[in-house]
DNA sequence: CGTGGTCAAGCGGTA
DNA sequence: TACCGCTTGACCACG
């Protein structure tokens, strides 16, 4: 038996006028004649959107929802060499102790996806540079938020810069460069183009990093079409994370444009890898990433609700036998 | 009011 | 080497 706990990513299509996202564009910036204005309507967005994010919270609570990917896009700017030295996190600190105070009486799991230009395996030390500025965000909110950072961002490995094996002797060189607490923050997916569930293994194994599998992203994407075979390696990863393992689910828009996420959830193909994998943990985290959000999600729901082998737990939770 | 074009970023593929 | 598409939601100028 294996408890699975399902979540989504950072906006919901039930809520009106409730986007965590809302942002100012580098150009719009420049051209605004007061810098201290358009700083205040940067905080202003800022605020925000770390308000509709507690609403999102609540809506999730009311749903039972309990695992939640927050927008990486809260604060507009934040890391922009132009707004060096701006005191984003003070700006917001009323509502992240909001979401702190809120968080401290309904349990959820919170975690980030920091967008696709954190690159950890580099060569650029500017962008290395860049990369741990972001990551440095992403922690300032969370320690914000009162939540402990230990394993909130997934990343991907990063370039495959036309050498794959050189591209991940280089994540574990760029590794020794990137502060202990960042380190700690991070978890590493496998990709749908350059790194396999094997590749990124073979990191998480050096670098005692747990791996995020994703399911789609191995079926566009692998040296090996059999994941079975490496499943209790993904499994022990984790062994050493206060929190449970946790993977990405998400099924192809179509056989065209196979890489491309579709609205909804393949329901068949989320039962056949669940009934492999039962047993072998006791519990599951699965980010339902679809373009319907939370809505695919309780489809997901009401689909699983006739199988035989299926207990529902809650709105968002069950347990499959 | 609705909407096509624009904005950001770095990689990867093509000419 | 230079450009374009990818991806994302939001914003903006236009009609």
């Excluded at 809506?59 to 604060?75: E, G, T």
């Excluded at 700017?77 to 132009?82: C, E, G, I, Q, V």
């Excluded at 065209?256 to 329901?267: E, G, L, Q, S, T």
């Amino acid at each position: 038996m294996t408890v699975v706990r399902m979540g989504y990513v950072a906006m919901s299509v039930h809520l009106q006028n409730c986007s965590p996202s809302q942002t100012m564009t580098h150009a719009r910036f420049k051209k605004l004649f007061d810098r201290d204005a358009a700083i205040r309507k940067l905080e202003r967005i800022a605020r925000s959107n770390v308000t509709n994010c507690l609403r999102l919270l609540k809506h999730n609570i009311a749903h039972d929802i309990a695992f939640f990917r927050l927008s990486s896009k809260l604060i507009p700017l934040a890391n922009h060499m132009d707004l060096k030295g701006w005191n984003y996190i003070k700006s917001i600190k009323k509502e992240l102790n909001d979401i702190e105070s809120f968080l401290a009486k309904y349990k959820m799991r919170i975690d980030f996806h920091p967008d696709h230009f954190v690159l950890l395996n580099s060569k650029k030390v500017d962008i290395l540079n860049q990369s741990i500025i972001t990551l440095k965000m992403h922690r300032n909110l969370l320690t914000g938020m009162g939540i402990h950072p230990k394993h909130r961002c997934v990343l991907h490995v990063g370039g495959a810069y036309d050498d794959r094996d050189k591209a991940l002797e280089q994540f574990i060189y760029n590794w020794g460069f990137v502060p202990v607490d960042l380190q700690e923050m991070i978890m590493l997916e496998n990709d749908d183009k350059s790194f396999t569930m094997n590749d990124t293994l073979y990191l998480c194994e050096k670098l005692a990093i747990p791996i995020v599998f994703d399911y789609h992203h191995h079926l566009a994407h692998n040296d090996n079409h059999n994941w079975q075979e490496h499943w209790d390696r993904v499994v022990s990863t984790w062994d050493n994370s206060p929190l449970p393992i946790k993977m990405h689910i998400s099924s192809p828009r179509s056989s065209d444009d196979f890489r491309a996420h579709a609205d909804y959830i393949d329901a068949k193909m989320f039962l056949k890898f669940l009934r492999e994998i039962n047993g072998s943990v006791s519990i599951i985290d699965c980010m339902i990433e679809a373009k319907k959000k939370d809505d695919a999600l309780f489809r997901l729901m009401k689909q699983l609700k006739h199988e035989d082998d299926v207990e529902i737990i809650d709105g968002a939770s069950f347990k499959i036998h």
